[in-house]
Protein backbone atom coordinates (compact mmCIF):
# COMPACT_ATOMS: atom_id res chain seq x y z
CA UNK A 1 0.00 0.00 0.00
CA UNK A 2 1.97 2.80 -1.10
CA UNK A 3 1.40 6.38 0.26
CA UNK A 4 3.12 8.89 2.50
CA UNK A 5 2.64 8.57 6.86
CA UNK A 6 2.92 10.44 9.20
CA UNK A 7 3.23 9.84 12.92
CA UNK A 8 2.21 10.40 15.20
CA UNK A 9 -1.39 11.64 14.61
CA UNK A 10 -1.32 13.97 18.18
CA UNK A 11 1.58 14.90 19.39
CA UNK A 12 2.22 17.42 22.89
CA UNK A 13 5.14 19.52 23.07
CA UNK A 14 6.17 20.74 27.07
CA UNK A 15 7.82 24.18 27.25
CA UNK A 16 11.65 24.01 26.27
CA UNK A 17 11.27 20.64 24.51
CA UNK A 18 11.98 19.47 21.53
CA UNK A 19 9.96 16.91 19.46
CA UNK A 20 10.95 14.98 16.21
CA UNK A 21 7.72 14.54 13.66
CA UNK A 22 7.97 11.85 11.16
CA UNK A 23 7.61 11.55 7.43
CA UNK A 24 8.02 7.94 5.61
CA UNK A 25 7.15 7.63 2.12
CA UNK A 26 7.21 4.56 -0.20
CA UNK A 27 6.37 6.16 -3.32
CA UNK A 28 10.05 6.27 -4.47
CA UNK A 29 9.59 10.13 -4.34
CA UNK A 30 12.80 12.47 -5.30
CA UNK A 31 11.69 15.40 -3.14
CA UNK A 32 10.16 15.67 0.30
CA UNK A 33 8.72 18.93 1.86
CA UNK A 34 7.02 19.85 5.44
CA UNK A 35 4.59 22.45 5.62
CA UNK A 36 2.52 24.35 8.60
CA UNK A 37 -0.77 25.06 8.71
CA UNK A 38 -2.25 27.58 11.46
CA UNK A 39 -6.07 27.70 11.93
CA UNK A 40 -8.19 29.15 8.92
CA UNK A 41 -4.73 30.04 7.31
CA UNK A 42 -2.74 28.30 3.52
CA UNK A 43 0.38 26.08 3.88
CA UNK A 44 3.44 27.29 4.47
CA UNK A 45 6.78 26.27 3.45
CA UNK A 46 9.14 24.93 6.94
CA UNK A 47 12.07 23.12 4.46
CA UNK A 48 12.71 20.80 1.47
CA UNK A 49 14.62 18.62 0.24
CA UNK A 50 15.68 17.33 -3.63
CA UNK A 51 17.82 14.73 -2.89
CA UNK A 52 19.40 12.89 0.49
CA UNK A 53 21.77 14.83 2.87
CA UNK A 54 21.10 17.91 0.98
CA UNK A 55 18.15 19.91 2.33
CA UNK A 56 16.77 23.56 2.45
CA UNK A 57 15.19 26.19 4.33
CA UNK A 58 11.33 27.28 2.88
CA UNK A 59 9.34 30.58 4.02
CA UNK A 60 9.64 30.10 8.13
CA UNK A 61 12.12 27.62 8.97
CA UNK A 62 13.47 29.62 12.27
CA UNK A 63 12.81 27.37 14.91
CA UNK A 64 12.76 23.91 12.90
CA UNK A 65 15.46 20.86 12.00
CA UNK A 66 15.60 18.68 9.55
CA UNK A 67 17.27 15.77 8.16
CA UNK A 68 17.65 13.41 5.06
CA UNK A 69 19.53 10.14 5.80
CA UNK A 70 17.25 8.51 3.64
CA UNK A 71 15.38 8.72 0.27
CA UNK A 72 11.99 7.54 2.20
CA UNK A 73 12.44 9.64 5.30
CA UNK A 74 12.23 13.52 6.36
CA UNK A 75 11.76 14.08 9.78
CA UNK A 76 11.20 17.44 11.51
CA UNK A 77 12.06 18.22 14.84
CA UNK A 78 10.62 21.35 16.29
CA UNK A 79 13.01 22.73 18.70
CA UNK A 80 12.34 24.90 21.56
CA UNK A 81 13.23 27.91 19.65
CA UNK A 82 9.58 27.93 17.72
CA UNK A 83 7.55 29.62 20.50
CA UNK A 84 4.65 29.24 18.85
CA UNK A 85 4.60 25.33 17.99
CA UNK A 86 1.25 24.54 17.94
CA UNK A 87 -0.16 23.91 14.66
CA UNK A 88 -1.10 21.65 11.58
CA UNK A 89 2.06 20.06 10.69
CA UNK A 90 1.90 18.62 6.53
CA UNK A 91 4.61 16.51 5.06
CA UNK A 92 4.42 15.91 1.63
CA UNK A 93 6.66 14.34 -1.88
CA UNK A 94 6.96 14.49 -5.30
CA UNK A 95 9.07 12.98 -8.32
CA UNK A 96 11.43 15.42 -8.94
CA UNK A 97 12.06 15.52 -12.52
CA UNK A 98 9.75 17.02 -14.96
CA UNK A 99 6.07 18.21 -14.23
CA UNK A 100 4.07 16.58 -11.23
CA UNK A 101 2.00 17.27 -8.18
CA UNK A 102 2.92 17.25 -4.40
CA UNK A 103 0.85 14.12 -2.72
CA UNK A 104 0.13 15.25 1.34
CA UNK A 105 0.34 12.62 4.01
CA UNK A 106 -2.26 12.78 6.59
CA UNK A 107 -0.51 15.28 8.78
CA UNK A 108 0.62 15.70 12.84
CA UNK A 109 -1.16 18.01 15.10
CA UNK A 110 1.33 19.60 17.69
CA UNK A 111 -0.24 21.00 20.72
CA UNK A 112 1.48 22.73 23.49
CA UNK A 113 1.30 21.71 27.21
CA UNK B 1 6.91 38.27 -3.58
CA UNK B 2 5.33 35.15 -5.25
CA UNK B 3 2.38 35.54 -3.88
CA UNK B 4 -1.13 33.66 -4.81
CA UNK B 5 -4.63 35.19 -3.75
CA UNK B 6 -7.47 33.37 -3.64
CA UNK B 7 -10.87 34.38 -3.10
CA UNK B 8 -13.63 34.02 -1.55
CA UNK B 9 -12.77 33.04 1.83
CA UNK B 10 -15.81 31.10 2.34
CA UNK B 11 -18.36 30.49 0.00
CA UNK B 12 -21.80 28.76 0.74
CA UNK B 13 -23.99 26.90 -2.15
CA UNK B 14 -27.11 24.95 -2.50
CA UNK B 15 -26.83 21.67 -3.72
CA UNK B 16 -26.62 21.59 -7.35
CA UNK B 17 -25.59 24.59 -7.80
CA UNK B 18 -22.01 25.88 -9.40
CA UNK B 19 -19.00 26.95 -7.08
CA UNK B 20 -16.75 28.95 -8.19
CA UNK B 21 -13.32 29.77 -6.68
CA UNK B 22 -10.79 32.13 -7.98
CA UNK B 23 -6.75 32.79 -8.00
CA UNK B 24 -4.40 35.66 -9.17
CA UNK B 25 -0.84 35.29 -9.39
CA UNK B 26 2.14 37.41 -9.82
CA UNK B 27 5.09 35.34 -10.78
CA UNK B 28 4.94 34.80 -14.96
CA UNK B 29 7.00 32.10 -14.54
CA UNK B 30 4.77 30.02 -12.81
CA UNK B 31 4.04 26.85 -14.83
CA UNK B 32 2.15 24.48 -12.92
CA UNK B 33 -1.16 25.72 -11.28
CA UNK B 34 -3.12 22.75 -8.84
CA UNK B 35 -5.88 22.88 -6.88
CA UNK B 36 -6.21 20.82 -3.53
CA UNK B 37 -9.43 19.75 -1.83
CA UNK B 38 -8.81 19.54 2.25
CA UNK B 39 -11.42 17.88 4.35
CA UNK B 40 -11.06 19.04 8.08
CA UNK B 41 -8.15 16.71 10.07
CA UNK B 42 -6.92 15.38 6.60
CA UNK B 43 -4.11 16.32 4.19
CA UNK B 44 -5.06 18.08 1.11
CA UNK B 45 -5.23 16.11 -1.83
CA UNK B 46 -5.05 17.09 -5.08
CA UNK B 47 -7.89 17.39 -7.31
CA UNK B 48 -6.52 18.44 -10.52
CA UNK B 49 -4.08 20.82 -12.23
CA UNK B 50 -3.26 22.95 -15.42
CA UNK B 51 -0.64 23.94 -16.91
CA UNK B 52 -0.42 27.69 -19.20
CA UNK B 53 -0.65 25.96 -22.47
CA UNK B 54 -4.21 25.13 -22.56
CA UNK B 55 -7.20 27.15 -21.41
CA UNK B 56 -9.29 25.06 -19.60
CA UNK B 57 -9.46 21.64 -18.33
CA UNK B 58 -12.04 19.49 -17.02
CA UNK B 59 -11.89 16.16 -14.86
CA UNK B 60 -15.89 15.01 -13.68
CA UNK B 61 -17.18 17.63 -12.16
CA UNK B 62 -14.59 20.04 -11.80
CA UNK B 63 -13.31 22.33 -14.25
CA UNK B 64 -9.80 24.68 -14.17
CA UNK B 65 -10.06 27.84 -16.07
CA UNK B 66 -6.92 29.09 -17.11
CA UNK B 67 -6.47 33.34 -18.24
CA UNK B 68 -2.22 33.69 -18.72
CA UNK B 69 -3.11 37.20 -20.07
CA UNK B 70 -4.61 38.24 -16.64
CA UNK B 71 -2.68 35.95 -14.25
CA UNK B 72 -5.78 34.56 -13.29
CA UNK B 73 -7.29 30.46 -12.92
CA UNK B 74 -10.42 29.22 -11.31
CA UNK B 75 -12.28 26.53 -10.22
CA UNK B 76 -15.63 25.28 -11.30
CA UNK B 77 -17.25 22.92 -9.41
CA UNK B 78 -20.21 21.47 -11.46
CA UNK B 79 -23.61 20.22 -9.91
CA UNK B 80 -22.32 20.75 -6.45
CA UNK B 81 -22.49 18.11 -3.73
CA UNK B 82 -22.76 18.23 0.16
CA UNK B 83 -19.67 15.89 0.01
CA UNK B 84 -17.97 18.89 -1.54
CA UNK B 85 -18.05 20.79 1.47
CA UNK B 86 -14.22 21.32 2.34
CA UNK B 87 -11.69 23.61 1.82
CA UNK B 88 -10.11 24.49 -1.34
CA UNK B 89 -7.02 25.60 -2.31
CA UNK B 90 -5.07 26.80 -5.31
CA UNK B 91 -1.30 26.60 -5.65
CA UNK B 92 1.30 27.66 -8.38
CA UNK B 93 4.89 26.20 -8.77
CA UNK B 94 7.97 27.19 -11.29
CA UNK B 95 8.96 23.57 -12.10
CA UNK B 96 12.64 24.41 -12.56
CA UNK B 97 12.66 25.94 -9.15
CA UNK B 98 12.40 23.09 -7.15
CA UNK B 99 8.70 22.69 -6.82
CA UNK B 100 7.98 24.71 -4.24
CA UNK B 101 4.50 25.59 -4.02
CA UNK B 102 3.01 28.93 -3.45
CA UNK B 103 -0.21 28.25 -1.87
CA UNK B 104 -3.62 30.68 -1.51
CA UNK B 105 -5.41 30.70 1.51
CA UNK B 106 -8.01 28.80 0.78
CA UNK B 107 -11.63 28.89 0.24
CA UNK B 108 -13.83 27.20 3.08
CA UNK B 109 -16.42 25.55 0.86
CA UNK B 110 -20.30 25.02 2.18
CA UNK B 111 -22.74 22.80 -0.17
CA UNK B 112 -25.98 22.76 1.86
CA UNK B 113 -28.45 19.73 0.91
Known amino acids: DGGITQSPKYLFRKEGQNVTLSCEQN?????MYWYRQDPGQGLRLIYY???????QKGDIAEGYSVSREKKESFPLTVTSAQKNPTAFYLC????????????FGPGTRLLVL | QQQVKQSPQSLIVQKGGISIINCAYE??????FPWYQQFPGKGPALLIA?????SEKKEGRFTISFNKSAKQFSLHIMDSQPGDSATYFC????????????FGEGTQLTVNP
Open chain 1, 49 to 55: SQIVNDF
Open chain 2, 91 to 102: AASKETSGSRLT
Open chain 2, 50 to 54: IRPDV
Open chain 1, 27 to 31: LNHDA
Open chain 2, 27 to 32: NTAFDY
Open chain 1, 92 to 103: ASKILAGAGAQY
